[in-house]
């Protein structure tokens, strides 16, 4: 069973930074793409950022130059460092781990975890 947990949501000033991290168990990491979405209020939820088994990335273009994906396979962790943060970027950010990572486009499963709430104030 799969198990996906992110934590280091909080509430940051416009221009300020954080950095999300996702731990996620039954799967073997290394061996995996994982990805970093976003929902805001009334929106669906979209990708920010996806990283392959080999370390190939993906950005959504609200992002690029702001966010980084990593994944530190002796930790096995999975993290989003996010610069520049706008009030755009208000949203509650998901992990989603072991999905299909196929010609640059990340597709997600049914592996989400609970979402950490990350909050830029202007």
């Known amino acids: 069973q799969v198990q996906v947990v992110e934590s280091g949501g909080g509430l940051v000033q416009a221009g300020g930074s954080l950095r999300l991290s996702c731990a996620a168990s039954?799967?073997?990491?290394?061996?995996?793409?994982m990805g970093w979405y976003r929902q805001a209020p009334g929106k669906q939820r979209e990708l920010v950022a996806a990283?392959?088994?080999?370390?190939?990335?993906n950005y959504a273009d609200s992002v690029k130059d702001r966010f980084t994906i990593l994944r530190d396979s002796a930790t096995k962790l999975l993290y989003l460092q996010m610069n520049r943060l706008k009030p755009e970027d208000t949203a509650v950010y998901y992990c989603?781990?072991?999905?299909?990572?196929?010609?640059?486009?990340?597709?997600?499963?049914?592996?989400w975890g609970q979402g950490t709430q990350v909050t830029v104030s202007s």
């Open positions: 990283i392959s088994s080999g370390g190939s990335t």
């Open positions: 989603n781990a072991a999905g299909t990572y196929l010609r640059g486009t990340y597709y997600p499963n049914n592996n």
């Open positions: 039954g799967i073997i990491f290394s061996f995996n793409a």
